[in-house]
C-alpha cells in the first residue's frame, strides 16, 4: 500500500505497524490528504487475513499529532449547493473522520496506541478510537487534551463522547468545556491511557498488548458497560448536569457557542448507543463550525497567531539576525521581565540601573519567579541557576559594549530617554538595534536623540513581561526596514508574538485599549451605577469591566497621561467631566489605583478588588441603577462599538495595516471580547458585516456623540462590500506585493 501519510507494515507476528508521518511538516496534523488515507488503513487492518492487530504511532519526535488542520478546514467545499443538499454535504464531511475512527474501533482486531508526545484535538480523538493507549513518561513536553474550545469549536470526532465514558461526566467537563490538557501520569491515573513506558519502549509494549488481546472491543461496545458516574438521568449525573448549564453561562456570558453545544453532545449522546452519539456530535459540530465565533476565532487565535509567530509580517530579503547579546536599561518591574525572557531565551543580558542596589533587585525579580517555578515542579535548580547567569546587573555602560541590541525601558519621560539614548548608542556597532520600550511616547520623537536612526524603533511590551506574549513593535519616520526584521527576530527569539505598527501618539494597542475605560468613565458621568457599568464590561467578554481597568492602569497614571494628550491636541483637560472626575479621586482624595489599594475600587491586602468605592457617590449622582435588556444591550455596544471604531481609524490612518496583527493585538495586549476574533472580525462578521456595524456605529453616534463617528475609509469599504480581510488581510498582501 503506497500512502503519503502513513508508513504501513506487518511484521512476522502479524501486527500491522502504522506510521503516522505527514510530509514536509514537524508536527503530524490531520490534513486532508490523511483523512483521505486513514480510511485506507482501517481497511488494510480489518480486511489482511494475516493481520493480528496494530500498533499506530508517530514518525514525528516532536509528537503523536497537534489535531486537525484548521487552515484547510475553513475551506469550503459546499459551494454551489443549497438547502437540504448542502446540509447533507456539510454534514458527510463532518462526520468522515468520526465515521473512520468508529470504523478502525469496530474492526474486530486488538488496536494500539503508542503516543511518543503532544495528542491534542483530533490526534487524541485517533488514539481514543484505538482499544490500547500507552504513552510516554519520558517526554515532559507531551500533553494530551482537546483544546477545540479555546478557537470556538467543539471536538468532531468523538471525543465528546469517548471521554466521559472513560472518565466521567466531571472529569470530562475540564478537558473539554475548558481545553485543559494533561500528562501522562495525570492521563493514567484518570483512566484516559491504559499505561506509560519510556518512548524506546512504547511500540513493544502496544505491539504486546495486541498479541494478549486478540478480542479487544471498546468498553461500550461490551456487555454491561456503564458510564463512571452515571448518565444524565441518574442521580450523580443528573446532579453535574443540574448545575453545568449555570456554571457555563456563568463563564461564557452566553458569548461561546462551542461551550454550550459541547454541554448538548454530552448529555444527549450519553443517553443514546455510541453509534448515534458520534452523529449528534456530528450534527453540532457543523452547527459549531458555521458560527461567526468560530470562523473568528479559529482565524484568529490559531491561524493569525500562528502566522504572526513565524514572522508573517517580516520583510523580507534580511538575513536572521542572531542576538548574543543585549542590554537592557531600566531595572524596574518592565526592564526586569524583559531581562528574564532575554536570559530564558539563553541571550547574555546586562540589566543596567543608576545604582547597583536597584540593578541586583532588578535580577533578583528573576530569581522569584524560578523560585516559583522550582517549588512547583516546573523547572530544576540547575535550570534556573544556568538562567540566572545570563543577567548581569551593572551601573556600567561600558560592560554592555558591542551588545547586539538594547532595550531602553526607563520612565515615560522624552528628556531622560534622550539621554539614555546618547550614552548607550556610543557603546553599540553599526549593526546593533537600539529599542525603546513606550507605551504613548511617538518613536519618531524620541529618535531624533539618536545618532543613527535607522537603527531606532520602538518595542513595547506589555506587563508582566513574563506572562503577556504580545510585542507591540512600532517603525519610526526614519527606522530601516533592516532595524524592523532585527526587531522581530528579536521578539521570535523571546517567544514572543510580535504585532508591527507605524508610529502615532498612543500607537495601536494604547490608543485603542484607552476607549474602553473612557467609555466606562462616559457612563459613570451620565450617573449610570458602577456595578452595572462594570458587570456589563464583564459579559461583553472583556477580562475586566472598565473601571478596574482603569484602576490597573493606575489613576494617576491616566492623569498625567490625559493632561499630556490634551495638551498636545490643544485641549482643556480640567473642562472635562472625565478628567475633573479622576483628578478629584487622585490628588483631592489619594487614590492612586490597584497600585495602592485604593482607586474606583478598595482592595484587599492581595490586591483583589472587594467592593467599589462607597464615597464615589459624594462626587457622582447615580441616576441608573437597574439594567433592562435594552440598556444592556446598548451599553455593550458602547463599549465594543468604540474600540472598533478607533482601530478602523487606526486602518485609514496608516498606523495599522494588517488585520491579523490588529486582531491578536485588540485580544492579546487589552482583552478585546476573544469571542470575536477581535475588533477587525467583530466588525466583519457581527452586526451584519460592516454595512450593519456602520449602522449600528451612526445610531450611537447620533445619539451619545462623535466618538462613535466610523472613518470616510470604514463608510466606503461597507459601502463596496468590502471587510478588513478582503482589503487588509494577507490575501490582499500577497497581491499588493506580486
Not at 462551542?258 to 452519539?277: H, R
Not at 509580517?313 to 526586569?336: N, Q, W, Y
Not at 477580562?543 to 490597573?552: A, I, K, Q, R
Not at 454595512?691 to 449600528?696: C, I, P, Q, S
Amino acid at each position: 500500500m503506497n500512502l503519503e501519510t502513513f508508513n504501513h507494515s506487518v511484521d512476522a507476528d502479524g501486527v500491522a505497524h502504522i506510521v503516522f508521518d505527514v510530509p514536509g511538516r514537524s508536527m503530524n496534523t490531520l490534513t486532508n490528504k490523511v483523512m483521505q488515507e486513514f480510511p485506507q488503513i482501517v481497511t488494510a487492518i480489518r480486511d489482511d487475513e494475516n493481520v493480528k492487530g496494530a500498533v499506530i504511532t508517530s514518525g514525528k519526535p516532536s509528537g503523536f499529532c497537534a489535531g486537525a488542520d484548521l487552515g484547510e478546514m475553513g475551506q469550503n467545499r459546499t459551494e454551489g449547493l443549497t438547502g437540504d443538499a448542502r446540509l447533507k454535504a456539510e454534514f458527510e464531511r463532518s462526520f468522515a473522520l468520526n465515521k473512520a475512527f468508529r470504523e478502525l474501533e469496530t474492526c474486530g482486531k486488538p488496536v494500539a496506541a503508542a503516543i511518543n508526545g503532544l495528542a491534542l484535538g483530533g490526534g487524541l480523538e485517533m488514539a481514543l478510537a484505538c482499544h490500547y493507549r500507552i504513552a510516554a513518561d519520558d517526554n515532559p513536553k507531551l500533553q494530551l487534551g482537546l483544546p477545540e474550545v479555546k478557537v470556538g469549536l467543539l471536538p468532531g470526532a468523538g471525543g465528546t463522547q469517548r471521554v466521559p465514558r472513560l472518565v466521567g461526566v466531571m472529569a470530562a467537563g475540564e478537558m473539554l468545556l475548558q481545553g485543559k490538557s494533561v500528562d501522562a501520569k495525570k492521563a493514567k491515573a484518570m483512566g484516559l491511557i491504559h499505561d506509560t513506558a519510556p518512548t524506546a519502549e512504547l511500540v513493544e509494549k502496544a505491539k504486546a498488548w495486541v498479541l494478549a488481546n486478540p478480542n479487544a472491543k471498546a468498553p461500550w461496545d461490551t456487555d454491561g458497560f456503564k458510564v463512571p458516574g452515571g448518565i444524565p438521568h441518574q442521580p450523580k449525573a443528573g446532579q453535574v448536569f443540574t448545575m453545568a448549564p449555570a456554571m457555563v453561562q456563568k463563564e461564557t456570558n452566553r458569548n461561546f457557542p462551542a461551550a454550550k453545544n459541547i454541554l448538548s453532545c454530552v448529555y444527549e449522546g450519553l443517553q443514546v448507543p455510541f453509534d448515534a452519539a458520534i452523529r449528534i456530535e456530528s450534527r453540532y459540530f457543523i452547527n459549531t463550525l458555521a458560527t461567526p465565533q468560530a470562523k473568528a476565532m479559529t482565524r484568529t487565535l490559531f491561524l493569525s497567531m500562528q502566522a504572526l509567530g513565524k514572522g508573517a509580517s517580516r520583510p523580507e530579503g534580511h538575513d536572521k539576525f542572531e542576538i548574543r547579546t543585549a542590554a537592557v536599561i531600566g531595572a524596574g518591574l518592565m526592564g526586569a521581565g524583559i531581562a528574564y525572557e532575554q536570559a530564558r531565551a539563553g541571550i547574555k543580558t546586562y540589566l543596567v540601573d543608576t545604582t547597583v542596589e536597584n540593578a541586583e533587585k532588578g535580577k533578583a525579580y528573576s530569581k522569584r519567579i524560578l523560585d516559583k517555578l522550582i517549588s512547583r515542579g516546573k523547572t530544576t535548580e540547575e535550570k534556573a541557576e544556568a538562567l540566572l547567569a545570563n543577567i548581569i546587573p551593572t551601573t556600567n555602560y561600558d560592560d554592555f559594549k558591542g551588545a547586539d541590541i538594547v532595550i531602553e525601558a526607563v520612565f515615560e519621560d522624552p528628556d531622560l530617554k534622550a539621554t539614555i539614548t546618547k550614552k548607550a548608542e556610543a557603546q553599540l556597532e553599526p549593526h546593533a538595534v537600539f529599542g525603546t520600550n513606550t507605551s504613548t511616547l511617538p518613536i519618531t520623537g524620541l529618535a531624533e536623540a539618536s545618532d543613527r536612526p535607522e537603527n531606532f524603533i520602538g518595542i513595547h511590551f506589555f506587563s508582566p513581561v513574563e506572562r503577556m506574549g504580545l510585542v507591540e513593535i512600532i517603525v519610526g519616520a526614519k527606522t530601516s526596514g533592516e532595524t524592523l526584521a532585527k526587531a522581530m527576530d528579536y521578539v521570535l527569539a523571546i517567544r514572543k508574538t510580535p504585532i508591527v505598527v507605524n508610529d502615532f501618539r498612543g500607537f495601536y494597542t494604547s490608543r485603542c485599549f484607552g476607549t474602553y475605560p473612557a467609555e466606562g468613565l462616559e457612563m459613570l458621568t451620565e450617573g449610570i451605577a458602577p456595578a452595572i457599568i462594570e458587570n456589563v464590561g464583564r459579559q461583553a467578554g472583556m477580562p475586566m469591566g472598565p473601571l478596574e481597568v482603569s484602576d490597573s492602569v493606575g489613576l494617576d497614571t491616566s492623569v498625567k497621561i490625559g493632561r499630556q494628550m490634551a495638551k498636545a491636541e490643544g485641549r482643556d483637560y480640567e473642562s472635562d467631566a472625565r478628567g475633573q472626575l479622576l483628578a478629584w479621586i487622585v490628588e483631592e482624595k489619594g487614590r492612586n489605583g490597584r497600585k495602592d489599594g485604593k482607586g474606583f475600587y478598595e482592595y484587599d491586602e492581595k490586591n483583589k478588588p472587594q467592593r467599589i468605592w462607597p464615597d464615589l457617590g459624594a462626587k457622582i449622582e447615580v441616576t441608573v441603577n437597574e439594567c433592562p435588556p435594552q440598556l444592556k444591550e446598548e451599553l455593550t455596544h458602547r463599549l465594543l462599538v468604540r474600540q472598533c471604531v478607533e482601530v478602523a481609524r487606526c486602518f485609514e490612518q496608516g498606523v495599522i495595516a494588517d488585520a491579523r496583527d490588529a486582531d491578536v493585538g485588540s485580544i492579546l495586549a487589552w482583552g478585546f471580547a476573544p469571542w470575536s476574533g477581535g475588533c477587525c472580525s467583530y466588525m466583519d462578521l457581527f452586526h451584519g458585516g460592516l454595512e450593519g456595524f456602520v449602522k449600528l456605529a451612526d445610531d450611537l453616534a447620533a445619539k451619545h456623540g462623535e466618538r462613535f463617528s466610523v472613518p470616510q475609509m470604514l463608510r466606503d469599504m461597507a459601502a463596496n462590500g468590502e471587510t478588513f480581510y478582503s482589503r487588509f488581510g494577507p490575501d490582499a498582501k500577497q497581491a499588493e506585493a506580486a
